[in-house]
T-cell receptor, first 113, second 113 residues
Framework: DSGVTQTPKHLITATGQRVTLRCSPR?????VYWYQQSLDQGLQFLIQ???????AKGNILERFSAQQFPDLHSELNLSSLELGDSALYFC????????????FGSGTQLSVL | LAKTTQPISMDSYEGQEVNITCSHN???????ITWYQQFPSQGPRFIIQ???TKVKNEVASLFIPADRKSSTLSLPRVSLSDTAVYYC??????????????FGSGTRLQVQP
């Protein structure tokens, strides 16, 4: 158990809908990272937050947004969903923004039908 | 943007030593090199991290040449349970000047009996 909690574990929705994925980092970790992994694909970095502020941005679509709240949990919002958005979405956390030792959650499997 | 390159796949047999090399020509001065292991439908798990020369822990060794443009993960005496995808991770300076942690495409290691 990495200490990172992601909910829900599975999510099934339809095209055009909006969903919210939630991540609770390990106790004491200030940085949260979001990654997308499509079937048989590598990990695509989406975005990083550190202590409530956006720290780095990857190839995140404009339809996607994220935020980190004062209690350090984070949410990833995906809107106007398309079939191609079906993927595993991982959240990871680390104590600070410069760390490369990340602790990953078990992911949220999103299926867009 | 920094980019990492790894072999797509490797095959080995139980008891053999496996070496997986990652190229990262644009690694930044302050970046560490970190390797992760990922099993299907699970989040990646930290294996080892290093900056230069050699690092060793109970699971693996990491060799980094002086120019730091590549690194080699060495798994001694692999077993069937080492069958997984292995990723190397280095820091990546994005357009905002902030560093995005970008994983490589990963190496799928298949260990045969």
């Amino acid at each position: 158990d990495s200490g990172v909690t992601q909910t829900p574990k599975h999510l099934i929705t339809a095209t055009g809908q909006r969903v919210t994925l939630r991540c609770s980092p390990r106790s004491g970790d200030l940085s949260v990272y979001w990654y997308q992994q499509s079937l048989d694909q590598g990990l695509q970095f989406l975005i990083q937050y550190y202590n409530g502020e956006e720290r780095a941005k990857g190839n995140i679509l404009e339809r996607f947004s994220a935020q980190q709240f004062p209690d350090l949990h984070s949410e990833l919002n995906l809107s106007s969903l398309e079939l191609g958005d079906s993927a595993l979405y991982f959240c990871a956390s680390s104590p600070s923004h410069g760390e490369q030792k990340l602790f990953f959650g078990s992911g949220t499997q999103l299926s867009v039908l | 943007l920094a980019k990492t390159t790894q072999p797509i796949s490797m095959d080995s047999y139980e008891g053999q030593e496996v070496n997986i090399t990652c190229s990262h020509n644009n690694i930044a001065t302050n970046d560490y090199i970190t390797w992760y292991q990922q099993f299907p439908s699970q989040g990646p798990r930290f294996i080892i991290q290093g900056y230069k020369t050699k690092v060793k822990n109970e699971v693996a060794s990491l060799f980094i040449p002086a120019d730091r443009k590549s690194s080699t993960l060495s798994l001694p005496r692999v077993s069937l349970s080492d069958t997984a995808v292995y990723y190397c991770l280095v820091g990546d300076a994005g357009n905002t000047g902030r560093r995005a942690l970008t994983f490589g495409s990963g190496t799928r290691l298949q260990v045969q009996p």
